[in-house]
């Protein structure tokens, strides 16, 4: 059978979107901050019609997970990104996906060993980049379902004002954590992620 013309279109979208998430996930991350995966955020909301709000700064005051992640590099700081798709159908089900955006991984003071593992942490936000394109392909294929993305985006630097092992930090929610390794950064950042969905 003949593609219809409505299927066709559909998979365009579709293709588009996955090749969009490689260029954000393949972007180096001396470009890639959380302050530019906010900037495509917004981009793509106003390009495709769904709404994205970004917090940061004092904004943040309750993701202490983000915050002890992202502070380790605080210019510009830690993102956390909600991109919302909204169908007409006002009962329909809703979808949140959370997304990894950690735009460079170094381990922070628990530094990756060996080195060479640290050279594909520019990709260590590609859940975030998938997060972002699902919505982005929902809005243009106005599926019956709402779709939100919460992008938590941070970069795991090593520097003076990283995390340490044995702090303790109270994650968004109220649940207190203790910092063990900082290399695992990702839970961390998706619990705050999480908890706010939840």
């Given amino acids: ?37 906010a900037q495509q955020a917004q981009a793509r909301g106003k390009k495709y019609g ?8 004092k904004e943040l005051a309750e993701f202490g997970g983000l915050r002890a992640v992202g502070n380790s590099s605080p210019n510009p700081g830690p993102r956390f990104i909600q991109a919302s798709y909204r169908t007409k159908k006002k009962s329909a089900p809703h979808v949140v996906i959370v997304g990894k955006g950690i735009t460079f991984d170094t381990g922070g003071v628990s530094l990756k060993r060996p ?70 950064e990702g839970r961390l950042v998706l619990a705050d992620g999480l908890a706010y969905a939840d």
Wanted: proline content about 3%.
């Fill in 115 to 184: 080195y060479d593992m640290m050279v594909a942490m520019k990709s260590d936000m590609a859940g975030a980049s998938a997060a972002l394109t699902i919505v982005s392909a929902a809005a243009q294929l106005n599926i019956p379902v709402h779709v939100t993305a919460l992008m938590m985006c941070a970069e795991n630097a090593l520097s003076a004002t990283s995390q340490r092992p044995s702090d303790v930090i109270t994650q968004y929610g109220g649940t207190t954590v203790e910092i063990i390794n900082t290399d695992a």
């Fill in 1 to 37: 059978a003949f593609a219809t013309e409505h299927s066709i279109d559909r998979a365009l979208v579709i293709a588009t979107s996955v090749c969009e998430t490689r260029d954000l996930i393949h972007t180096p991350s001396n470009i890639k901050t959380p302050l530019w995966m």
């Fill in 50 to 57: 769904f709404s994205v709000t970004v917090r940061s700064g």
